[in-house]
Structure formats: structure tokens, C-alpha cells
């Protein structure tokens, strides 16, 4: 009993009281996320809340313990000196410190969910690496949103002001060897509890927790985004690699069912030229052309002109997105490769050879370029444009008049597609792609159009009816160069942004943009509206299809224009889960088990039938979500996307 003297009582109930707080603040920026979310997150009841809550502990346990391992040690290591004033206050900073960075992660998502419709990552890096921005972005975002801040010092202050209420009292150890002992006693005993929470469990047999083990506990899967905090996703995925072979079926059936190689035979004498617009931030949902049928109550489209467009075209109002970010939108839209859990344009397998839309028309002899407005390699686009073979690349440094620089990301969209348009063609045929920029956040307009738009009910509206207008004034410049006639344009989104109306905030519809294929000459046909299922890793078998490649294709998407109809199998991530269209379901996967299956029509994701229907068609349906994984991995980490 003398041994118990020495143990250190106040410094261990101060330590677990700190502890405490951090579990009771991440639980109060639970529910601020969630009520600055709520029209996208539904939680029905207050019970639903707390279960959820609830569960999230596990994951607050894993942020909170990654974050304090250091103030944990350095409180119960033996020091003698612990209980001194400078040394309280030594950990009183290391705390606030490391916490309140900590705790911030949580805040910025109060914000960028709306847009990115997952929790912060460590793909943060990659997008900010290409930006030189990054400061003035997060200055106008706390601008526009001045709650976050108050809320953030606030709450801090708050935190700090607790803190302070329990104080450790500077007592000296009377017999440094039971002092000593009952420490270690007590560190060992931490330790434990500490790996534990780290990993989420202490069976040996379990994996730590990830970002997927959260949506085991949700009736839908996008409350899996309220069971888990930014902290955690951001430091679970910090030096991940989700990039690992597995084996689920043999090649054969892979060949056979997910058909990695498509052959098209269509003839053509005379190759029309090509031309994608990737609109950044381009949701179906601000399109009328894409929205007759959805009977939306008061309904409001914001691009008259793409509308119009639209009424001339070949269109597809069932379109997905393959990716949440603008880097993932280039590669799925130009080589068909779509971003998972990890995106591949960010992962060490991206700098390999790959067959593309790019490396086709190459072989045609087509000439091949990209337009992006932006300081150039912004948004990685430069170095994967050279990864993909594009013979040309123009960005704000070829425009050269920064005059027309939007002071945030890039060149105004009218002034660069009007650059755009008298700049190809000057060698037929052309493949060129531009990539917009002015719908995105900060959501400005040029001051000399103030009022010529009509504001909308999101910030997104007015500055894509100005994308609208600058494509409708590239269009006028377009029909007067001499390659217009014989040109095939595309249109389509690189991934979602703001949602006003209900129907777009359904999980699946989250990835629903549009997509148009446009041409003046007749011969193409390509005119109509098509309700089939197509995603953006579709443009390029289409195209490729269009100008008469006649060799193998290795794309998962298919040509939307040909008479051999390949099945469709769409695919996409939530950044914690995969999820595949196929047939008449749809399949949710988490790179080892279908953790979820539902109706095609079901674009809400809320009522699970993994355990209630048992036909072929879904038995076949998860064998083959499950190769069509097996070959991505296969063909991205051995390099055999040529």
C-alpha cells in the first residue's frame, strides 16, 4: 500500500478531465457540421442523432489520441517536475496547439462539404501542391462565411476558459521509488488504452477502423460523413496507398463480363475534328435541358444557352461523374479512368502510358492540345495533360493578358474561349480540350456584367449562367472558322458542386452532370434525347467510336452511339466507398465485401437489400462490381492501361 502514495492522483484526473473536453468539443462540431448540412444529410429523429453521435466516438477516440499522444506522454511521464508551473504551462500550449489545429480541420468542413460531399482528406495536398492561391482561397472562404471563425474562437475560448477550471497543484513526491513505480504502472496501462482507441479495438484479429467502418452503423451512407470528424479522415489517410492487387475471379470472367476492351467498326472518310468542354462545377441539376422530366416544383434552370444547345444535340439526362474533383474529371472524361477511394491521377501509378481519347486521335494524326485558363500546371493539369500525349498545351501564360485574370483562379471564361476559338484549327483534324474555371468558388462574375445575371438561389447560379453566356459567345466566334462544320463538340461536367433542390441532394445524384454531343454536320447524327445510363469514362469510347478507330479500346466505358451495346457499369467513390451501377442495382463495396445493394432507382441510398434479395441478377451484379475492381488494380499498379 505504501506504493499507492506515489501515485498521482490529481495529475491523472486533471489529464483525464483534458481528455474529456476534447471528446466534448468534437461532439459540439458534430453537430455544428451536421446543422450547417442538414439539407444534405437527413437525420430523421433525435434518437437517429444520438445513435449516430454515439457511434461517432469511436472515430473522435482515434482523432483525439493521435492528436494528444505527445501531451499524454509528457503528463504521466515520471519528471518529478510535472506539477510545476512552467511545465503546466509548457502543456497547457502543446494542447491548444495541437488541438486547435486539430479541431479547425472540422470547421473548414462546415464549409467544403457542400462542395466536395466528403470529409477532408489528405488529397488536400495534392490539390493544393499545383495552386499558388491557397492563402487568398482560405481568406475569402473565412470572408464569406464569418460564422465559421466566430464559431471556431468561441468555442475555443470556451475550451481554454474549462481548461483552466481544474488546475494542478505543485506537489513534490515525498519517496521517488513508489513515485517512479506507480508511473510506469500507470504509462504502461495508458499505452494500452491509447492503441486501443488509435485502432479502434484491442482484438489483435481487427484492422484499426477506417473511414468505411463508419457507414456500418448508418441506415444511409451519407450519415457516415456525421459518424466521422476531419481529423480522423484526414490523418487515416495520410500516407495510405488503397492501390493493392486482390483476386476475386479468374480472367476469364473478366473478360467476359467487365470487357476491359471494346472494338468498334464504324467507317469514316473524312474525321471530324473534336472539341470537350469540361465545365467546371457543371451539376445536371442547373441545366433545363436535363430536367424536363424530374418534375422539380419551381424549377429554375440556369443556362439558357446550353439549353438551346441542347435541343440540337444528342443528350443523356442519366449521367454520372466518376470522380469528386476537377483533376478526377480530366481523367475519366479523356481516358475513362475513374477515381476511387484514392484518386489515381494522385497516386504513384498516374505517370505510366495510357490509352486516352489524346493518345487515339495522336495515332489518326490529329493534331491534340488543352486550354486551361489557369497560372499553368494548376490543378496538376499540365503534367497528366503530358502523361496523356497532348501535343499542345495553352494556359494563362500563352494567353498572356492578365488583364483578364479573375485575381482568385484563372482568365475570365469569356475572354479565354473567345482566345480559344481563333486559336485551334489552324491544322486539321484537331482534338482540343478547354477547361473552364469561373463557376468556381469564390463564385464571381466580372464587374462589368453586375446585374445582367439573375442571382439564383445558391451562390453557384449567377456565375454558371455567366460560363453559359461565355460558351454562348464562343459559339457565335466558333461558326465563323472554317473547321466548324465538320467539328463534333462535347459537354459535360467535371463533378458537382452546390445543390438548392432536394432531388439533387439523393446520394447517387451528387455525381449527376450533364451530357451533350453537339455537331453542325448531319452525318453524325447526333441529335435526341437518350435515357440510357452513361457516365463520364463514356466520352471517350464514344468519340474514339465517332472518328473511325477501328483498333481495341481499353476503357470500363462503352460507345454511346454504336450499335454493339455493351453493358453499362457506372462507377464512383464517396472517398470511403466504391460504388458500380450495374443493370437494375446498384452496388456499394469497400475493397473487400458488397456492403450494400439497391434499387437502380434508389438514388438515395435508403433502403439496403444486401440481405433481402437474393436473385441471379444481383449475385452476378457483386461478382461483377468485384472483377471490374480486380482489373482496375490489376491493369493501374502493373501498368497496363495501354
Known sequence: MKFLKGLRKQEVLALVYRIFLAYFFYQIARLLFWYFNKDLIKVDSVSEYIKLAFHGTAFDTTAILYVNALFILLSLLPLVINTKKVFQKILFWLYFITNGIA????????????????????????????????????????????????????????????????????VKPVKLLPYFITSIITLCITAVLVVGGIRGDFKHSTRPINMVDATRFVTNPLQGNMVLNSTFSFFRTLNTNNFKEVHFVDQKYIEENVQPYKVYDRKVENRPNIVIFIVESFGREYSGAFNKDKNI??????????????????????????????????????????????????????????????????????????????????????????????????????????????????????????????????????????????????????????????????????????????????????????????????????????????????????????????????????????????????????????????????????????????????????GSTDQFMIGNYIYRFDGKEIIGVYAQSDLSLEKNLLNEVKNPEVEAGKKTAKAWYQDYMDRVINRKLN
Open 103 to 170: 479541431y479547425a480541420m472540422n470547421f473548414g468542413d462546415f464549409i467544403y462539404y457542400k462542395f466536395s460531399q466528403a470529409r477532408l482528406t489528405s488529397a488536400v495536398f495534392q490539390v493544393a501542391e499545383h495552386e499558388s492561391n491557397v492563402s487568398q482561397t482560405l481568406m475569402i472562404s473565412v470572408g464569406e462565411h464569418p460564422f465559421v471563425l466566430i464559431w471556431f474562437v468561441v468555442l475555443m475560448g470556451l475550451w481554454v476558459f474549462l481548461y483552466k477550471r481544474i488546475k494542478v497543484e505543485d
Open 297 to 574: 416544383k419551381d424549377y429554375v434552370s440556369y443556362t439558357p444557352f446550353i439549353d438551346s444547345l441542347a435541343g440540337q444535340s444528342l443528350i443523356f439526362p442519366n449521367t454520372f461523374a466518376n470522380g469528386r474533383q476537377s483533376i478526377h474529371g480530366m481523367s475519366s472524361v479523356l481516358a475513362g479512368i475513374p477515381s476511387l477511394t484514392d484518386a489515381f491521377t494522385g497516386s504513384p501509378y498516374s505517370n505510366q502510358k495510357i490509352q486516352s481519347i489524346v493518345s487515339v486521335c495522336n495515332d489518326l494524326g490529329y493534331d491534340t492540345s488543352f486550354y486551361h485558363g489557369a497560372p499553368n500546371g494548376s490543378m496538376g493539369f499540365l503534367g497528366f495533360g503530358n502523361i496523356l500525349g497532348f501535343k499542345h498545351y495553352f494556359g494563362k501564360t500563352e494567353y498572356n493578358h492578365d488583364e483578364d485574370f479573375d485575381g482568385m483562379w484563372a482568365i475570365w471564361d469569356e475572354p479565354f474561349l473567345q482566345y480559344f476559338a481563333k486559336n485551334v484549327g489552324k491544322k486539321q483534324p484537331f482534338m482540343t480540350t478547354v477547361f473552364t474555371a469561373s463557376s468556381h468558388h469564390p463564385f464571381k462574375i466580372p464587374e462589368k456584367y453586375n446585374g445582367k445575371f439573375k442571382k439564383g438561389k445558391i451562390e453557384i447560379h449567377e456565375p454558371m449562367q455567366y460560363t453559359d453566356y461565355a460558351i454562348k459567345q464562343y459559339f457565335e466566334t466558333a461558326k465563323k472558322q472554317p473547321w466548324y462544320n465538320n467539328t463534333i463538340f462535347v459537354f459535360t461536367g467535371d463533378h458537382t458542386n452546390q445543390v438548392y433542390y432536394p432531388e439533387y441532394e439523393r446520394a447517387m445524384n451528387r455525381y449527376a452532370v450533364p451530357l451533350i454531343f453537339y455537331s453542325p454536320n448531319p452525318e453524325y447524327q447526333l441529335k435526341g434525347v437518350s435515357q440510357e445510363i452513361a457516365q463520364q469514362a463514356d466520352i471517350y469510347p464514344t468519340l474514339a467510336d465517332l472518328i473511325g478507330y477501328n483498333k481495341p479500346i481499353r476503357s470500363w466505358g462503352r460507345s454511346l452511339v454504336s450499335n454493339k451495346k455493351y453493358p453499362f457499369i457506372v462507377v464512383n467513390s464517396d
